[in-house]
C-alpha cells in the first residue's frame, strides 16, 4: 500500500501561483510514477501530469505545458506541481496518484485531494 496527502492548495487570484505537494508513505516511493489529476464541480477528473520514478520523464495535458511544473524529491517522498499563471478554469480538487510505470491513467493508489480556487 501507498498513503499519499496532498497539500498546498488555497485561493489564488488569476494568473497567480501555487505550489501543491503529495507526500507519501508506504512503499518504496522511487519505485512508481506520479500523477496528478484535477476534477472540477459537475466535471470528471482529468489527468494534469505525471513523472516517472526517476524524475527524468514527465507528461503533461496541453493546457497544463508552459504553466505548470511537475518534479519530485525521492529523498523526502514527496511530488510537486507548481502551477503558473493561474486561470479560473484551473479551479478543481487536485489529487495525487501512484502506479508503477509512466501514464495518464490506470492508478492505483490516490490522495484524499487538494481544493485549488483561481478567482477572476
Known amino acids: 500500500q501507498v498513503q499519499l496527502v496532498e497539500s498546498g492548495g488555497g485561493l489564488v487570484q488569476a494568473g497567480g501561483s501555487l505550489r501543491l505537494s503529495c507526500a507519501a508513505s508506504?512503499?518504496?516511493?522511487?519505485?512508481?510514477?506520479m500523477g496528478w489529476f484535477r476534477q472540477a464541480p459537475g466535471k470528471e477528473r482529468e489527468f494534469v501530469a505525471v513523472i516517472n520514478w526517476s524524475g527524468r520523464n514527465t507528461l503533461y495535458r496541453d493546457s497544463a505545458k508552459g504553466r505548470f511544473t511537475i518534479s519530485r524529491d525521492n529523498a523526502k517522498n514527496t511530488v510537486y506541481l507548481q502551477m503558473n499563471r493561474l486561470k479560473p478554469e484551473d479551479t478543481a480538487d487536485y489529487y495525487c496518484?501512484?502506479?508503477?510505470?509512466?501514464?495518464?491513467?490506470?492508478?492505483?493508489?490516490w490522495g484524499q485531494g487538494t481544493q485549488v480556487t483561481v478567482s477572476s
Open positions: 508506504g512503499r518504496t516511493f522511487s519505485n512508481y510514477a
Open positions: 496518484a501512484a502506479r508503477v510505470g509512466l501514464a495518464t491513467t490506470n492508478y492505483d493508489y
